[in-house]
């Protein structure tokens, strides 16, 4: 599976983006896919993540109810719906694909679950 996250950019406090990520490979259909980022001098967090049919999904508290992921089977992708944001959702969003049969179903905020990652697209929220 290959992964291109694009849809980052600079945005006002409180505007809203719309990240993407688009897979290659036939393990996209059958896989959760997450979304993590990584603010400057930080580790990687979990934000958010969706199971292969999109029925199921998951968020980290500091995003729930701004977030909103979803995904396109026929596309072939992914997006993070990104409202309300705050300066503190500064950070390189990554996309990523949980390989896994077992967890396709139950998407996981644990990265170590993520064999496929994709190459980050900036996101920068001003104050």
């Known amino acids: 599976v290959q992964l291109q996250a694009s849809g980052g950019g600079l945005v006002q406090a409180g505007g809203s983006l719309r990240l993407s990520c688009a897979a290659s490979g036939r393990t996209f259909s059958s896989s959760a896919m997450g979304w993590f980022r990584q603010a400057p001098g930080k580790e990687r967090e979990f934000v958010s993540a969706?199971?292969?049919?999109?029925?199921?999904?998951l968020y980290t508290d500091s995003v729930k109810g701004r977030f909103t992921a979803s995904r396109d089977s026929a596309k072939n992708t992914v997006y993070l719906q990104m409202n309300s944001l705050k300066p503190e959702d500064t950070a390189v969003y990554y996309c990523?694909?949980?390989?896994?049969?077992?967890?396709?179903?139950?998407?996981?905020?644990?990265?170590?679950?993520?064999?496929?990652w994709g190459q980050g697209t900036l996101v920068t929220v001003s104050s």
């Open positions: 969706i199971s292969r049919r999109g029925d199921n999904t």
């Open positions: 990523a694909a949980d390989g896994s049969t077992y967890r396709r179903n139950f998407p996981t905020a644990n990265p170590g679950n993520y064999g496929y």
